[in-house]
């Protein structure tokens, strides 16, 4: 993903019931965050469209998209630290 990934999307693969993701408003994993435990196709109602720069996998693997609904390009996280979703 080039420049500011803004998450829209994201769904584990499979989507466990203990799948986590941690997404964060800021590249240095502060700021506002949103944690998700199940596929979301539209990140709006949490507050987060076009906001998420770095994540924190913690359980499972997941795909996260540009665009809503997973569309766009998108890249799968994977756990086992922390990840930036910028490039």
């Not at 507050?47 to 996998?57: C, K, M, Q, Y």
Request: charged share 20%.
């Amino acid at each position: 993903l080039g420049g500011r990934a803004v998450l829209l999307g994201c769904a584990a693969a499979g989507a466990p019931a203990w799948a986590q993701v941690t997404l964060f408003e800021n590249d240095d994993y502060s700021g506002r965050s949103v944690t998700a435990q199940r596929a979301q196709s539209n990140l709006t109602a949490s507050g987060f469209n076009d906001r998420a720069s770095s994540a924190i996998v913690t359980r499972d693997r997941w795909e996260v998209c540009v665009d809503a609904n997973f569309s766009g390009p998108c890249r799968v996280l994977r756990p086992g630290g922390r990840v930036l979703v910028l490039d």
